[in-house]
Every structure is written in C-alpha cells, then in structure tokens.
C-alpha cells in the first residue's frame, strides 16, 4: 500500500477533500469529468466492485489495519493517514466511519441502454434533495426496481450526501439522467407511466389493473409542488397511497418504498 501520512494540513493532495465544494468535484476535470467522495469501507467497496477508479484515500491511522484487505486492491493509489483530531481539524467534520476514498466521476450513462431489457424503473422529476434521493435509491436497489431515472433538475446521485445515505446502492442499480421532454422517450421505450400524486382522480396502489403492464415508470416529483401538471396530463395513470389518521402524504423517499414494492 502506497502510506503517506499527513505531515501537512496544507497539503496540495488534500484539497479534494478539504477545500472543494460539489460543483467543484464535479467539473475538476473539465471538460473530461470530475471527481465524488465516497465515505465509508463498505459504500467504498461497492464502488469499487461497480469498477469505479480511486484516485486517493483519506483514512485514519488505526483504522488502516481493519481494511488492509480493500487497500490492497488498490496497491498505487496514495493513502493519506492521520489520528482522528488530525482529521477533524482538516475536514472540519468527524469522517465517517474513518475512510474517504476520492474517485473518478464515469462518463454519463444512456438511459436508453439503462432502459433495455427492464420491467420497472423509478423516474424522480426534480427532486434536490441529496438525502431523498440518495433514500430512493436505496429503496429501489432492495425492492427490486431495475433503474433509476432522473431529471437533469434532480440532486446528482453521486453527492457525498447522497451516496452515503443510498448506502452506496448508487453504485449497484443502474440509473442514468433523462433528456428535458423525458415522457416521449419513456413511452418509445415501451413503459406505460404511473404517477405518485394526490389527486382527485387518483387511483388506489392496491388497484390490480397496475399490476399488468409490462413495463411500467413508478415517477416521483417533489415534495413541495409534486410532479409537473404537464406530466400529470401525460400519464397513464395517477396513483395514490391510502393515507390515515388525517395524514395527507408521505415523505417522497417513504412514499417510494411504498411504491416500489406494491408495483
């Protein structure tokens, strides 16, 4: 393992870590790509499995012994070590569970191929919330949706926050970003569509005939305004969760769960 200890809180190699922001990660290659943090040894192994490249690890010192076995797959990649108050002072945070692992940003997935060959797929419009969405995937990778799709307007799902939250199941389901007029493209690929809504008009999730189609789009929308009027218009069907005790809705990342495993 290539072991560099930190001597230097002003190190040039740290900045990824200490000194940029989101959008600064994400465009730190530009125009080649950029760069997220993953935290965590186990969120940082499915990125690695997943075959994403790391480009440094920021850990500390007693935890090298604990996850030799995950550092030695990467042998060349430097790792930077220090005593926890070290790595407080540098980040400005407690470091999750001991490790990050700074890694490479992969070229932007055609949601046509996501959407080969694949039954049920979540499509989130605007959501920007990192933790709703990093929820969501979570709940889409352990009740069995195929992909996720997602509105440019959307968090990326490679924030840290949002990596963290899915638990690192952003690296095990398949998503990609959508085209602006995404409701064409999801009728060419032959889903019928469902929208999550309140709605007059709505029909009850229990309903059976949402249990036919062959491919079906489970869309989630915010939770200030919900999904768009225009995609409400162009939906097959609107759905809704039964809801008790005066309750109106639910938090959208529970409501998905909901949704993923009724459909």
Known sequence: MNIIEITDLAMPELKLYT?????????YYEPAGGIFISESAAVIERALDAGHEPLSF???????????????RCRDVPVYVA?????????GYTVTRGMLCAMKRPA??????????????????????PT????IFRNAAALSMDAVLLTSRCSDPLYRRAIRV????????????LPSD???????????????????????????????????????????TGLSEKTLRECDYIV???????????????????AFWEL
Not at 108 to 129: Q, S
Not at 245 to 252: E, I
């Open 83 to 91: 005593e926890l108050s070290v790595l407080v002072r540098l980040t």
């Open 132 to 135: 709703n969405v990093g929820a």
């Open 240 to 258: 809704r969760i039964p809801m008790g005790h005066g309750v109106d809705s639910l938090n959208v990342a529970a409501a998905s769960a909901v």
């Open 166 to 177: 899915s638990m690192g199941t952003v690296f095990q389901i398949p998503w990609a970003f």
């Open 58 to 72: 920021l850990i500390e010192t007693r935890m090298l012994k604990e996850h030799a076995a995950l550092l030695a």
């Open 19 to 27: 000194e940029l922001n989101e959008p600064q990660l994400l465009h």
């Open 182 to 224: 995404y409701m064409p493209f999801l009728k060419s690929m032959g889903f019928e569509t469902a929208a999550m809504a309140l709605s007059e008009n709505a029909c009850d999730i229990r309903d059976p005939k949402l249990k036919k189609p062959a491919k079906l789009a489970v869309l989630l929308g915010t939770e200030s």
């Open 108 to 129: 932007a997935t055609d949601p046509a191929l996501v959407c080969r060959d694949v039954r049920r797929v979540a499509v989130l419009e605007d959501i920007t919330n």
